[in-house]
C-alpha cells in the first residue's frame, strides 16, 4: 500500500503546493481522493500514468477539489483509457459531473459510473470504502480506505499434519476449518489474524462527531487544518478545521498517525501547524506536495 500526496494546499495554491489531491495504491487498485486543479500533471511529474486511475473519490465540489477531474479524463482519454471510471461523491455529484462534462466537450471522451455515496458503498474480499457526511458548505463526505485483515498460515503447525503445498491451505486462510488425511484442522489453530490497515481522508469540514466517527481506529488519518487556533474564528465561519482541532479529532478516534494538510497560502511557515497539533497530539506530520508513505 502506497498514498502519495499530489496537492496540500487550501482554496489558492502556492508555489510549493498544488490543490488537493492523494493517491492510493493498493494491489490492483488506483485510488484518488479528491482531484484539484492540475493534478493530471502532478501525476506526471510523479512519473504516474493517469491511465492508470481506476476510482475518484470525491469529497465535496468546490473548485480546489474538483476542477482537475475534466482535465484528467481529458489525459486519460489521449492515453486510450478502456476502463470505466468509478467516480463517488456526496448527493448532487451525477449533477456536478455532468455538467462538467458538457462545459468541456467530455462526451464520450471514455466510460465513467458516478455514485452519490454514504456509508459502505464499495467492498471487494481484500478492502472496503466507507463514506461519512461532515459539515461543510457544501454536502461534503469523509472517505476510509479499509483493509480486510488477512490470516498468515502458521507453516510450523501444519508440518505436523505433512501439509503443504496443498490448495485446502487457501480455505485456511478463508478462515474455514478443514479436514485434510482424516484430520480435522482448525483455521484459529493453523493461522494468525492480522489486522487490516484503516486510512482515512478528511476535508473540508468544521469540528464535529461523525468527523472522530469515521477516523476511528485509523492508522493513518489524513485531514485538513486550514488555519491554526489563532484564526480560529475564521475557521468556523468558513466551516473548516484548526490544526489543533485535527490533532484533537486524531486523539479521540485513537489514530496511530496524523498527517496533516490543506493549509491556507496565508501561513509562509507550516511548521507552526505540526506545533500546534502536537500539543495534542504527538504523532502528527506535515503532508507536502509528493510525499509518499508505505504500509
Known amino acids: 500500500m502506497k498514498i502519495t500526496f499530489l496537492g ?41 500514468s493517469s491511465a492508470k486511475i481506476t476510482k475518484v473519490l470525491i ?45 468541456f466537450l467530455l462526451k464520450e471522451k471514455i466510460r465513467y ?22 459539515k461543510h458548505t457544501s454536502p461534503c463526505l469523509a472517505f476510509a480506505f479499509i483493509e480486510k485483515p488477512k490470516r498468515k498460515v502458521n507453516i510450523t503447525y501444519l508440518k505436523k499434519y505433512n501439509l503443504k503445498n496443498d490448495p485446502i491451505i487457501g480455505k485456511l486462510q478463508k478462515g474455514q476449518d478443514i479436514i485434510y488425511k482424516g484430520k480435522k ?23 464535529n462527531e461523525a468527523c472522530i466517527k469515521a477516523a476511528k481506529n485509523a492508522d493513518i488519518l489524513i485531514c485538513e487544518s486550514t488555519y491554526t487556533s489563532n484564526l480560529k474564528e475564521k475557521a468556523h465561519e468558513y466551516l473548516h478545521l484548526t490544526a489543533r482541532e485535527a490533532a484533537i479529532i486524531a486523539k ?17 511557515n507550516p511548521s507552526i501547524f505540526e506545533k500546534e497539533a502536537k500539543q495534542v497530539f504527538k504523532n502528527t506530520i506535515l503532508a507536502k506536495d509528493f510525499m509518499t508513505m508505505e504500509l
Open 59 to 103: 469529497t465535496h465540489w468546490h473548485g480546489d477539489h474538483s476542477l482537475g477531474l475534466p482535465g484528467l479524463i481529458q489525459s486519460m482519454a489521449s492515453h486510450h483509457y478502456e476502463k470505466i471510471l468509478e467516480i463517488f461523491g456526496p448527493e448532487q455529484s451525477k449533477n456536478f459531473v455532468e455538467r462538467m462534462i458538457s462545459a
Open 113 to 134: 459510473d458516478v455514485q452519490e455515496v454514504n456509508k459502505v458503498f464499495y467492498e471487494t474480499d481484500d478492502f472496503m470504502l466507507e463514506a461519512t457526511k461532515v
Open 252 to 268: 479521540k478516534a485513537k489514530a496511530k498517525k496524523l498527517v496533516l494538510t490543506h493549509f491556507s497560502q496565508r501561513y509562509k
Open 185 to 207: 484442522i482448525k483455521a484459529k489453530d493453523a493461522t494468525t489474524l492480522i489486522p487490516g490497515k484503516k486510512i482515512v481522508y478528511i476535508t473540508d469540514t468544521i469540528y
Open 8 to 48: 496540500t494546499a487550501a482554496m489558492v495554491p502556492t508555489r510549493e503546493r498544488n490543490h488537493p489531491g492523494v493517491l492510493l495504491q493498493y494491489k490492483k487498485e488506483n485510488i484518488l481522493f479528491d482531484c484539484g486543479e492540475n493534478i493530471q500533471r502532478q501525476l506526471t511529474i510523479n512519473g504516474f
